[in-house]
């Protein structure tokens, strides 16, 4: 059984910056894709960042490119990320989630994923 946790959600004015973890347990990770996704209210759930284990490939939205930055612990099971000049627009339940033979076409894709988080909220206002 795969639990993922997540950890570092929190309140911020506008350009402020927050940290994410999610800590997986119940397996090790060394195929597929780990990251996060988020969903504000009235929306639908939308890809942020993901990193595929193999080859260390990491790929992001748009929309935060160049704010955020998704990295890793392999020792510890943990993805993290970092988000700097945090927007209002930001604002949502953010998400874990992880999967071992998500190819890449869908890495974008919230269905593709088996595994989730409990979700971490992140307000982003003045």
């Known amino acids: 059984q795969v639990q993922l946790v997540e950890s570092g959600g929190g309140s911020v004015q506008p350009g402020g910056s927050l940290r994410l973890s999610c800590a997986a347990s119940?397996?090790?990770?060394?195929?597929?894709?780990m990251g996060w996704f988020r969903q504000a209210p009235g929306k639908e759930r939308e890809f942020v960042s993901v990193?595929?284990?193999?080859?260390?490939?990491?790929y992001y939205a748009d929309s935060v490119k160049g704010r955020f930055t998704l990295s890793r612990n392999n020792a510890k099971n943990t993805v993290y990320l970092q988000m700097n000049s945090l927007k209002p627009e930001d604002t949502g339940t953010y998400y874990c989630?992880?999967?071992?033979?998500?190819?890449?076409?869908?890495?974008?894709?919230?269905?593709?994923?088996?595994?989730w988080g409990q979700g971490t909220q992140v307000t982003v206002s003045s």
């Open positions: 990193i595929r284990w193999n080859g260390n490939y990491i």
């Open positions: 119940g397996r090790t990770f060394s195929s597929g894709a």
């Open positions: 989630a992880a999967d071992t033979t998500i190819i890449l076409s869908s890495i974008r894709n919230p269905r593709a994923y088996d595994y």
